[in-house]
């Protein structure tokens, strides 16, 4: 309560100060400026003008008479007398023509009422446009108008976050490394027998949708403690100061009920590194960041306040916010492996009514490369498809189409695509099929279609890997190039022209042949030689070469040799296997979508 009445006492200040103005400028100021325009005369002055025939309006009041006077030049002005005993007044203005004569009859107002009318009601007017205007900007401003200084952070008080580490999949190294500070929130008192400190501040760092946050707030529920959760961009003001004011105050907070967590999603918007110009030290941000490093050194961890933070961007952070004492314990959250993506499915569909015939091990293997939180959004997806299918369950369809949504849209089922067009794509996927089957060291194919999608695709060929991998030899990345080229490859061979449909696999294969020679040191020119280096790993990867232009230019070369190469080896499956080309697309026409088996069966026949 006590924290309200200060907030409000400044407003009320300056109503007071500018309500004392307004009285001061009633009162002193504009019947000064009103008087100018008026000039006092005598009784006679005025019985003389009226006898002169220069008056043109007149007044009588309680105690004065005001007139009008128009002089020679046409021009009027006002003057003012004061009413004297003339019971022959009001005859002598009536026998002039050309007075307009008015008598004003005072009423007796109560001192109540003057009271009312010229104080109270002007105030109440007065403060309750103050009030509009205070809402109006407090509503602009996110309703942060009265609450300057304050943290904003939602608190959980402890386990009102409703998570713990069981709804957490996929993630069994970062939970073991958040698993100390949940014993250290329980138990203290064995760490400080040893004399071991625990880290003040742990960062997570991954991918978008890993699970950076839902780790978080299930290290809150499992350690049953208040929870602060605050966004970094919520410390970001238009005013300079306030980004530090909520720092001072979430500390503040989280010391009054420790032990706690605070949690600060998406910090790189306040910890990136400072800039050495000058005018630094003015920025908003960068006076965020100094508070929130001031704080952190302020308080002991011996307290049981426990700072977490996520980011997407690590590398943008400032050196001094990760230094031992700060964010001591780094725990990267990456993208899950096979088993950690079985694992998040199963979790996501306890929920959903799901058929036990459902082989989630197959769909992990499907989406390689898959976040925790596309994972759920598949899961959804295919209770949404079972739903509008008329079913009360999910069946395994439901899961693979999903996938497909997720990967590369809904099926456009409208799309008009004419014969010739229709032929076109279905050589184009078998080539890409025929030429992954006959390598070696290439995943199997696992579904063929040339049904267009609103991702923009006019169909596609998935590959699924039996087994999950984390290296890549030489072999495979270039014999994934020359898949990429088999369905231009097959358009050349048996129309004789080519077409854009091959857009999305030259960027494909000319990505990857730069990162074998600029960063996988898989060139016979350059050997080890890192010629690029990569920023935001996280956020997709941004590529900047690392030398000179004569060296770019001799990556260029290599980079198209190997394309040019890889397109050739395609070209040469494909004439290898001419037949099965022609009778597998005419296969595909008819049927728009086949398996993997079936296109198997009919390539090995």
Known sequence: MNNNKNNKKPIIYYYAIILAIVMFLNAFVFPQINSKNITEVDYGTFLDKVENGSVKTVEVQDNKIAFIVTDEKGKEKIYVTGKMDDPDLINRLYSKKGIVFSQVVPKENSPLANLITSWIIPIAIFFGLGHILTNSMSKRMGGRMTSFGKSTAKVYVEDQTGKTFSDVAGQDEAKEALGEIIDFLHNPAKFKEIGATMPKGALLVGPPGTGKTLLAKAVAGEAKVPFFSISGSEFVEMFVGMGAARVRDLFKQ??????????????????????????????????????????????????????????????????????????????????????????????????????????????????????????????????????????????????????????????????????????????????????????????????????????????????????????????????????????RAAEELVFGTITSGAANDIEQATKLARMMVTRLGMSKNFDMMALETVTNQYLGGDMSLICSAETASKIDEEILEIIKTAHGKAIEILKENIDKLHELSRYLVERETITGDEFMRVLTS
Do not use: W
């Open 254 to 487: 989280a010391q009054e009920k420790a032990p706690c967590i605070v949690f600060i999603d998406e910090i790189d918007t306040i910890g990136k590194k400072r800039d050495s110009g000058g005018l630094a030290g003015n920025d908003e941000r960068e006076q965020t960041l100094n508070q929130l490093l001031t704080e952190m050194d302020g308080f002991s961890g011996e307290k049981g306040v426990v700072i977490l933070a996520a980011t997407n961007r690590p590398d943008s952070l400032d050196k001094a916010l990760l230094r031992p004492g700060r964010f001591d314990r780094r725990i990267p959250v990456e993208l899950p492996d096979l088993v950690g993506r079985e694992a998040i499915l199963k979790v996501h569909a306890k929920n959903i009514k799901i058929d036990s015939n459902v082989d989630f091990n197959s769909i992990a293997r499907a989406t390689s490369g898959a976040s925790g939180a596309e994972l759920a959004n598949i899961i959804n997806e295919a209770a949404l498809r079972a739903v509008r299918c008329g079913r009360s369950y999910v069946i395994q369809s439901d899961l693979e189409e999903s996938v497909e949504v997720v990967i590369a849209g809904y099926q456009r089922k409208g799309a008009v695509i004419s014969p010739k067009e229709k032929e076109v794509i279905a050589y184009h996927e078998i080539g890409h099929a025929i030429v992954a089957a006959k390598q070696t060291d290439s995943a199997p194919v696992h579904k063929i279609t040339i049904v267009p999608r609103t991702s923009g695709a006019l169909g596609y060929t998935m590959q699924v890997a039996e087994k999950e991998s984390v290296l890549m030899t030489k072999e495979e990345a270039f014999n994934k190039i020359v898949t990429y080229t088999g369905g």
